[in-house]
Every structure is written in C-alpha cells, then in structure tokens.
C-alpha cells in the first residue's frame, strides 16, 4: 500500500498570497496517477487535478498541479476566499487507492 | 453532469451489517467508461477508500475492509450498494459513493463526481 504524507498540516495564509502543499508518497505512483481534491466543512471532497498536473472541468487556472515519482505539488497562485479548505492527495496508480491525511489552509 | 444520493440508515447497532445505497441519475450507470465507488470519512479526519465496482460486476476491495465488504450493482435501478458487516464505533463515517472514468485504471482511478455524503453512526 502507498502511504501518501502531506505537509504541511496546516498553512496560516491571506487572500492574495500564493500557497505550496506538498504530497509525498512511500513509493513511486505510477504513471503520475495522482489527483488533488478540495474540501469544505460539510461537503463532498471536489477534484481539482489528476494525472498529477491535469485541470478538472471548471477549475480555475490559479491552481496547478506538479510532480512525479514520490514528489508533488499542488500551487495555488493567488488565493481567493473561497479557496480556504482542506486539501487532500490521492493516488490510483496501485491498489487500494489511498488518500494523504490533508493540508488544511487557512486564513491568516 | 450526473447526480448521486446516498440513502441509507443513519444509526446502526454494533455488530450489525451497515447498508447503504446510491442513485445515480444524469448519467447511467451502465457505461463502459466508469468504475463507481465508496469512499467513508470519520469524522474530523481523513478520506478512506472502501471499493470500486464496474457495471458488469467486477468489484474492488480494500483489504483492511474485504473481509466484510460487499459492493454490488443494479443496473436497472441505476443504482450502486454497500454492504458493511459487523460493525463497530470506528465505522462510523461520512460514507459517499462517486464515480471514476475508466480508464485509466482497473478498479482505481480518480474520482470526479461525489454524491453530498450520508453519516452513518455506530451506536448501541
């Protein structure tokens, strides 16, 4: 099983500032299969990226996925409000799917 | 864009058999082109994945949950079920059933819509 490590857990930031989540994996994902989700208190988790720098339909270009191997990224370049939630990476390159434990970005 | 609703118990008793259902409508759950999935979310914490089925059948398992998981499929309902045996208060969860394209992978994938989630809680 692929343990997914992501840091930090929380990131204290301002609207406007640029923010660098990192997700770290036990072993190789193969073929870059690793996706970004986005969650708020109450909802659903929402796909922002796969295939680990892939857009999902309707998600603005301030958020870019990067990375290969054990190493990615998730880059929000300028934060809106409503970007404030908890982020998780996944990876579906091997079974089972696992998920990292979440970076929480918060105002500051 | 198809819709999903999870409907099920809200409180199960110890060691019972937790069920849940999703409907899925916008969409039929019969394409070639999708695996369909349960995923469960403690409270406070993180995301888990339980399994994945595709319309013929094939399922999917998490290991730490094949034991007492079964996911099935009824295609004329468009619907997707959970079975979850012998709980305990650590299943108690968010539990959301999704959708993943297929492929890229066999049974795994990433997931690109979600139904809203339904809190099932384990107590006596």
């Known amino acids: 099983e692929i343990v997914l490590t992501q840091s930090p857990g929380t990131l204290s930031l301002s609207p406007g500032e640029g923010a660098t989540l990192s997700c770290r994996a036990s072993q190789s994902v193969s073929s870059s299969y690793l996706a970004w989700y986005q969650q708020k208190p109450g909802q659903a988790p929402r796909l922002l990226i796969y295939g680990a720098s892939s857009r999902a339909t309707g998600i603005p270009d301030r958020f870019s996925g990067s990375g290969s191997g054990t190493d990615f990224t998730l880059t929000i370049s300028r934060l809106e409000p409503e970007d404030f939630a908890v982020f998780y990476c996944q990876q579906y390159g091997s079974s089972p799917l696992t998920f990292g434990g979440g970076t929480k970005v918060e105002i500051k | ?124």
Do not use: M
């Open chain 2, 1 to 124: 864009q198809p819709q999903l609703q999870e409907s099920g118990p809200g409180l199960v008793k110890p060691s019972e058999t937790l069920s849940l259902t999703c409907t899925v409508s916008g969409g039929s759950i019969s394409s070639s082109s999708y695996y369909w999935g349960w995923i469960r979310q403690p409270p406070g914490k993180g995301l888990e994945w339980i399994g994945s089925i595709y319309y013929s059948g094939s399922t999917y398992y998490n290991p730490s949950l094949k034991s007492r998981v079964s996911i099935s499929v009824d295609t004329s309902k468009n619907q997707l079920s959970l079975k979850l045996s012998s709980v305990t208060a650590a299943d108690t969860a968010v539990y959301y059933c999704a959708r993943h394209p297929y492929p890229p992978g066999v049974g795994t994938g990433f997931y690109d819509y979600w139904g809203q989630g339904t809190l099932v809680t384990v107590s006596s």
